[in-house]
């Protein structure tokens, strides 16, 4: 297995640009999330989805869309970057039987100009 | 508002010595306990955890401290070594809730010198 993949590694964007971060895992989690790291701010959960079809608001949710059409793969959009946008993006998924603990993503370095 | 508050925000510490990171938690509701370590350039993996049925965890050097009534626990690493430089979270969740929301502390990061 894979794990969870996650791409590109790093992304710079201009103010009002737009573009999809890519997350996907190959081990058949229904649980998936999109966490933000900041400094100081620790670890900021985005959006989440308990399957395919259905998602839901995180924390910090402004400014971001997602989509959840198959169980792989868990999309996070930036629909016009904001410099405050600018962060370390961390997919993660959760196995069925392990509902406690999350697998993360190597992460997207995402800087907005 | 911060619901898992975490300290120190970096810690130094020698080899061989012991640290200690403290969080404490608000929501009465948080069953589940995990301490997460990111090294760089890395997604955080998941150390150890524990639930508040105890009061003590032990895995190899790493020990969780639990006190329920305070709404605090702590991560130990003993015999410190430089390999275990890294960035540590501490987070909670509501285990039987319909979600498997963690919340995280804001981390702390721990070098430990030869």
């Known amino acids: 297995n894979a794990g969870v993949t996650q791409t590109p590694k790093f992304q710079v964007l201009k103010t009002g640009q737009s573009m999809t971060l890519q997350c996907a895992q190959d081990?058949?989690?229904?649980?998936m999330s999109w966490y933000r790291q900041d400094p100081g701010m620790g670890l900021r959960l985005i959006h989440y989805s308990v399957g395919a079809g259905i998602t839901d608001q995180g924390e910090v949710p402004n400014g971001y869309n997602v989509s959840r059409s198959t169980t792989e793969d868990f999309p996070l959009r930036l629909l016009s970057a904001a410099p405050s946008q600018t962060s370390v993006y961390f997919c993660?998924?959760?196995?069925?039987?392990?509902?406690?603990?999350?697998?993360f993503g190597p992460g997207t370095r995402l800087t907005v100009l | 508002q911060q619901q898992v508050k975490q300290s120190p925000q970096s810690l130094i510490v020698q080899k061989g010595g012991i640290s200690i990171i403290n969080c404490a938690y608000e929501n009465t509701a948080f069953d589940y306990f995990p301490w997460y370590q990111q090294f760089p350039g890395k997604g955080p993996a998941l150390l150890i955890a524990i639930r508040p049925d105890v009061s003590e965890k032990k895995e190899g050097r790493f020990t969780i401290s639990f006190n329920k009534s305070a709404k605090q626990f702590s991560l130990h690493i003993m015999d410190s070594q430089p390999g275990d430089s890294a960035t540590y979270f501490c987070a909670a969740m509501n285990y039987g809730g319909a979600t498997n929301k963690l919340i995280f502390g804001t981390g702390t990061l721990l070098a430990v010198q030869p």
């Open positions: 081990m058949n989690h229904e649980y």
């Open positions: 993660a998924s959760t196995p069925p039987d392990r509902a406690n603990e999350q697998f």
